[in-house]
RNA sequence: UCCGUAGUAGCUCAAUUGGCAGAGCAAUCGGCUGUUAACCGAUCGGUUCUUGGUUCAAGUCCAAGCUACGGAGCCA
């Protein structure tokens, strides 16, 4: 029984018999001899069958093989520069041939699909290579955002998914029936991360989270994962400080560990490069005042009406879009008009029309992949915009408690994870960056 | 919800002014000892999204609907 071994390690067994069991990504042939380019997940290997070299039995096993059939390899590993692969410049030549099962008529061909026909076999497509080295990204970045949330000395604390209350007062909730009453999924886990900091200074969650918003656009999923980090004593200048740190980390990561991946996906990798601390940071009227600039030169009408914003008034895609295009790094827009923001952001000392709260826009025109804030901890402000809100006090009366008890300057932020992978990869809808995606019109698979 | 585009073989797409339903890939069979989405030969493959209408004749024109894709709003 030879050494089974993972393809990722291919190279450290140079000359030597091993194993490897995995799946065919594709088969060519020349008559007597076959190649198998044989995947395993950790990557992919050429594994070659010369007809004197195998029993004639597995020798036809081998010719005959059909994309995606499952298999079990016996053979030598050496170095040949014109082996395809990942990581590639070594082959196997095989000895045994396996056969766990022939798979009949595998839908999706080394050809173009379109969309819909790809989404409806998702189950099958995380399979293909593109896939393979997105979805590996997005678990880079999840991994290297949260150690080093760990290494400054925040703490996990999970909040829950079923909720008593809508987190957040603008966007649609999905309805739980629980025993007869209606509970919420949750749209965010702050409001407990909030409670969490009394408990441990700096905390941050890390779940899915429910949008019920009827958005098809290549930047909204239904059910999208967030990490949220909460802190206190925090102001929105060391927030930003945060987000910076938080986010360079995970661009650094996938720079350092998938070159391969961002090969395989085509990424530039000299605009990740230029991702180091510090981002430019912009107030809400300057923004405007950069989009009003831009509004003047433009001449198609289209693009006029596009852009056109006064003070006071919310960003749309379009003003993300052209703000994130004057930068080559993500870019901070602070100080929000506190009417377009949540109910629980501190209004800004002597100009209350605008609130401590800050967007971090992503270039490319991926727009908002961070939106955070200070969060008001006066007790009687809090309760007059809740009350304001009509959001109904009972459900809020725990939330209220936390400024009763110990308030204290806090803040915090939400990060997308799809939206920060689609950006971090290079992609043009974040349907890809999440194994099952979540949409308007899908559920399946 | 609104605006735009599309729907033809298992997949990706053609089909001239309304005039015989086509190709590549996949699949099946055969050939080939260095292939990289191999190549060569053959075979197989159709409710042209649905319903109704115009016409000698509809994939093509008209009406309604369905589905998908892209965008807007809203958001991360």
Known sequence: MT???????????????????????????????QFILLRDGSGQAQCVAFKKEMTPDEFEIARGLSQESSVIITGTVRADERAPGYPGGYEIGIQQLQLVQ???????????????????????????????AILRIRATIIKAMRDWLDDQGFLLVDTPIITPAAGEETTPVFDVDYFGETAYLAQTGQLYNEANIMAFGKVYCFGPTFRAEKSKTRRHLIEFWML????????????????EGLVSAGVEQVLAKHQQELAIIERDVNKLEAITAPFARISYDDAVARLQARHAELDDPQQRAELAIELGEDFGSP?????????DKPVFVYHYPTAVKAFYMTPVAGRPEVCRSVDLLAPEGYGE???????????????????????????????????????????????????????????????ETIPYARLLNRKYP
């Open 369 to 431: 992949i961070i939106g955070g804030s200070e969060r008001i901890h006066d007790l009687d402000l809090l309760a007059r915009n809740i009350d304001a809100m009509g959001l109904g006090r009972e459900a809020y009366e725990w939330y209220l408690e936390l400024r009763r008890f110990g308030t204290v300057p806090h803040a915090g932020f939400g990060i997308g994870i799809e939206r920060t992978v689609a950006w971090i990869c290079g992609l043009n809808h974040v349907r």
């Open 228 to 243: 949220e980090p909460e802190i206190a004593f925090c102001s929105l200048e060391e927030l930003m400080d945060i987000e």
């Open 3 to 33: 050494k089974v071994i993972q393809i990722k390690d291919i190279a450290n067994y140079d000359g030597q018999e091993v194993t490897v069991r995995g799946w065919v990504y594709n088969r060519t042939g020349k008559g007597r001899l």
């Open 319 to 327: 003003h993300e879009t052209a703000l994130a295009e004057m930068f």
């Open 102 to 132: 022939q798979a009949d008529d595998y839908p999706i061909t080394p050809k173009d699909h379109g969309t819909e026909y790809l989404m409806n076999h998702r189950h099958l497509w995380v399979r293909s290579n593109r896939q393979w």
